[in-house]
């Protein structure tokens, strides 16, 4: 039995990420923690572009833009949809997930969802860093193990 699974060898990558303007504290929180962890995984900071966007809607447009070009080998997307008292959140939250995985089905390349998608800041907060990590390093890792896993299988 052949078993391929991705590592986390970084050298070389280059990575965009896609940040959302809206609810900014919390996504700076999640940049952070994805930069802490691509730069500790040797990803060079001249291989990373961050590229901010008003709000979570604008994120699958620009991570589709971004493939594009060919200059990235994978998109990390992170932001912050927080439910309010209407119904916008499930209107803004279900596109931005769909657009960010047809972007990567259409490109075949490895576009990460680092959405947070939360009933209140507080939540928000305990995920960008607090008591439940910080999920802007977990969509980092597993860019890293996303482009390592299609390079193996190619």
Same mark, same amino acid.
């Given at each position: 039995?052949?078993?391929?699974?991705?590592?986390?060898?970084?050298?070389?990558?280059?990575?965009?990420?896609?940040?959302?303007?809206?609810?900014?504290?919390?996504?700076?929180?999640?940049?952070?923690?994805?930069?802490?962890?691509?730069?500790?995984?040797?990803?060079?900071?001249?291989?990373?572009?961050?590229?901010?966007?008003?709000?979570?809607?604008? $994120?699958?447009?620009?991570?589709? *833009? %971004? !493939?594009?070009? /060919?200059?990235?080998? =994978?998109?990390?997307? &992170?932001?912050?949809?927080?439910?309010?008292?209407?119904?916008?959140?499930?209107?803004?939250?279900?596109?931005?997930?769909?657009?960010?995985?047809?972007?990567?089905?259409?490109?075949?390349?490895?576009?990460?969802?680092?959405?947070?998608?939360?009933?209140?800041?507080?939540?928000? $907060?305990?995920?960008?860093?607090? *008591? %439940? !990590?910080?999920? /802007?390093?977990?969509? =980092?890792?597993?860019? &890293?193990?996303?482009?390592?896993?299609?390079?193996?299988?190619?």
């Amino acid at each position: 039995m052949k078993t391929i699974e991705g590592n986390l060898i970084s050298k070389g990558f280059r990575i965009a990420l896609i940040v959302s303007r809206f609810n900014e504290l919390i996504g700076k929180k999640l940049l952070d923690g994805a930069m802490d962890c691509l730069l500790r995984h040797e990803v060079k900071d001249d291989d990373i572009t961050v590229i901010w966007v008003p709000g979570a809607f604008e $994120i699958p447009l620009i991570a589709k *833009k %971004a !493939g594009l070009s /060919g200059k990235y080998d =994978a998109v990390i997307c &992170l932001g912050v949809l927080i439910r309010g008292a209407t119904p916008h959140f499930e209107y803004i939250s279900g596109e931005v997930t769909k657009g960010i995985a047809l972007v990567g089905l259409e490109l075949n390349l490895p576009v990460i969802y680092g959405i947070l998608t939360t009933d209140s800041i507080e939540q928000a $907060i305990e995920r960008a860093g607090a *008591k %439940a !990590g910080n999920k /802007g390093w977990n969509a =980092a890792l597993a860019t &890293l193990e996303m482009v390592n896993l299609l390079k193996e299988i190619n």
